[in-house]
């Protein structure tokens, strides 16, 4: 009932820049916490950043000062702005929603995830 849907990866030299979007559709009713992850190759997938939907943030260590999170809750989408680019911050991105939704005449809510979109830093 809900899909999540990533653009903005790339190819991008050490110290650039990139914007990452993530955009949720279908029968939403509302979207709490979004967040985005990333998994680099033979590693754990791990928190990058998150944003409530009263826009409260957090941020891994290793990318604070560098990346911004933020949403647009009329769009239902939420963004990573990231600065500064390194190369170990090479990795597939993933966005997470926490979405209830309408499931007939009732609400249901779950986690959704984004398909991944690709970012490559080099050096």
């Known amino acids: 009932q809900v899909q999540l849907v990533e653009s903005g990866g790339g190819l991008v030299q050490a110290g650039g820049s990139l914007r990452l979007s993530c955009a949720a559709s279908g029968r939403i009713f509302s979207i709490n916490a979004m967040s985005w992850y990333r998994q680099a190759p033979g590693k754990q997938r791990e928190l990058v950043a998150a944003?409530?939907?009263?826009?409260?943030?957090n941020y891994a260590d290793s990318v604070k000062g560098r990346f911004t999170i933020s949403r647009d809750n009329a769009k239902n989408a939420v963004y990573l702005q990231m600065n500064s680019l390194k190369p170990e911050d090479t990795a597939v991105y993933y966005c997470n929603a926490a979405v209830t939704y309408y499931s007939g005449s009732y609400r249901s809510a779950d986690d959704y995830w984004g398909q991944g979109t690709q970012v490559t830093v080099s050096s």
């Open positions: 944003i409530t939907s009263g826009f409260s943030t």
